[in-house]
């Protein structure tokens, strides 16, 4: 009998769990779930007649070992930061180890040693990173099988709030770890478009306008880049590739409400406040005054009101302009431009506008801007700004551990909400002279609140790439990330099994 040791139980664990139960029958399992509440992995288990309930401290070396050296193999779903413990202990034992999160610095220093004891550490085996080396590995190579040179690659994930679900002004509500959430982007980015390396700041990630279209149900989503993504270009094998970003989607209202949670500091780390007994309302109030945010908030409406003023005024303008214009028409002057306006451009080439179109944008804006102005204040007050029934009570804390907590109170998914993964590939590339793009997309919704798209994505690639290494398919060694055929294949085609399959649409640019 083989053995499958899981570390963690948490929220991306409950459809990993429900298919190492089902599979363990036909393939002869033991599954031990260890995790600090022996109830939650009860309740995750059901108890079924093929696993075992461990309550267990992770810092606890004695108990860990105990544990991991006569498994067989061990998956972690511990926090990034708790995986090093794992690792070091199947390093020490010779245990093959699998991980949904990236590779670290520290794990990297192990590397020779994993490969010399000939075990297998397969890394970034989840959703992002996971599910997104897999699919987009397998175009890549498909591309280049056939002769093109990949020019251009966007690669875009998140883990978003299913439209029938979607009832605040966030757009958003948490399937994961909160904190990371709250966390997401403070490193920065850094990317490659056009041929340059781009460096971005955390202030500057959360634009709403830059994005991309999905489909008519789900329709446009924004995106912030992931970290860095350089590392991935020789990864993937990308070394010609003008433009490299692998990204994050948002609906375009909560990038725009994140940026302005950046703007108000609510992400800082720094300890200072003393929440016992204190409400989230006189929390936010002594957070503004600390920070003299009132002007933060005040400017970013009267930004968004000014540019609506100023919109309209030339809308006024244009309209008198053509009112003039028809009259001469009406005498017979110029009856060619009824309803074009001649203008020269930045470049100085001449430009024939539509006036009816330009009032269609103009409009399009003007509605823009007075939604997030109302947006601005909608979203704040949403987060609790005067909530004097939540008390904090979290002793001395940061802004960032406040705004952990309201994430988790004010924006939870609901016993019968649903979330949504998208992902995304954009990849241009050029063939015998011409020039193509292939999108693939892929769409998952949840069942629920604890059966969830996240869990979903995350906890199946790892149960399916444990089965495969057991029964000898996986048979590659060392330190890994699912970026080769030998791993992709197999996993993607079990994916497609349990519901998890892109689809792809192929356009001739031009030639």
């Not at 010609?240 to 949670?261: C, E, S």
Request: hydrophobic share 40%; charged share 25%; glycine share 6%.
């Amino acid at each position: 009998m083989q053995t499958i040791l899981l570390f963690g139980a948490g929220k991306s664990a409950t459809v990993l769990i429900d298919y190492l139960i089902a599979e363990a029958p036909a393939n002869n399992w033991h599954i031990i779930v260890a995790d600090a509440s022996r109830e939650l992995v009860i309740a995750k288990t059901k108890e079924a007649a093929c696993t075992e309930a461990v309550q267990l401290d992770i810092n606890n070396t004695a108990a860990r070992n105990k544990l991991i050296q006569k498994e067989t193999i061990v998956i972690s779903m511990m926090t990034p930061a708790l995986h090093y413990l794992v690792a070091d202990d199947c390093i020490a034992f010779e245990k093959n180890l699998l991980t949904a999160s990236y590779v670290d610095e520290k794990l990297k220093t192990r590397q020779q040693e994993i490969e010399d004891k000939g075990l297998i550490f397969l890394c970034e085996m989840g959703l992002d990173p996971g599910i997104d080396h897999l699919s987009a590995m397998k175009l890549i190579d498909s591309i280049k099988q056939k002769g093109g040179v990949i020019t251009s690659f966007k690669s875009h994930c998140g883990g978003l709030v299913a439209p029938e679900s979607d009832d605040n002004p966030w757009k958003y509500k948490i399937s994961w770890n909160p904190r990371n959430v709250v966390l997401a982007g403070k490193a920065g980015a850094v990317y490659k478009k056009d041929g340059q390396i781009i460096n971005e700041k955390y202030e500057d990630l959360f634009d709403t306008e830059r994005g991309c279209f999905i489909n008519d149900l789900i329709g446009f989503l924004s995106y912030y880049p992931n970290r860095d993504s350089l590392p991935y270009i020789d990864l993937y094998g990308l070394q010609q590739a003008h433009t490299f970003v692998r990204t994050t989607l948002r609906y375009p209202d909560f990038m725009y409400g994140w940026k302005n949670i950046v703007d108000l500091h609510l992400t800082d780390e720094t300890q200072m406040y003393e929440t016992d007994g204190m409400c989230l309302a006189d929390f936010f109030k002594q957070h503004y005054e600390k920070n003299d945010l009132q002007k933060v908030v005040g400017n970013r409406l009267s930004e968004r009101l000014a540019v609506s003023k100023k919109i309209m005024e030339d809308l006024q303008k244009l309209e008198k302009a053509q009112a003039e214009q028809e009259g001469a028409i009406a005498s017979g002057i110029e009856e060619s431009l009824t309803n074009e306006f001649s203008i020269v451009n930045e470049k100085g080439e001449l430009q024939i506008l539509d006036i009816d179109e330009m009032k269609r944008k103009a409009a399009g804006i003007v509605a823009i801007k007075m939604h997030e102005a109302n947006l601005t204040l909608k979203q704040i007050f949403y987060l609790g700004a005067d909530d004097k029934e939540t008390i904090i009570n979290k002793g001395l804390c940061s802004a960032a551990d406040v705004l952990q907590l309201v994430l988790e109170k004010k924006l939870a998914l609901q016993p019968h909400d649903k979330d949504m993964i998208v992902m995304k590939h954009e990849i241009a590339y050029e063939l015998e002279g011409k020039v193509y793009e292939v999108e693939s997309c892929l769409v998952v919704k949840g069942e629920d609140s604890v059966h969830t798209a996240m869990a979903k994505t995350v906890g199946l690639p790892l149960g399916i790439a444990a089965k495969l290494i057991l029964n000898g398919t996986i048979k590659k060694t060392g330190l890994l990330i699912p970026v080769t055929n030998d791993i992709y294949e197999p996993v993607l085609a079990e994916l497609a099994k349990n519901g998890i399959e892109f689809t792809e649409m192929e356009t001739l640019q031009h030639s």
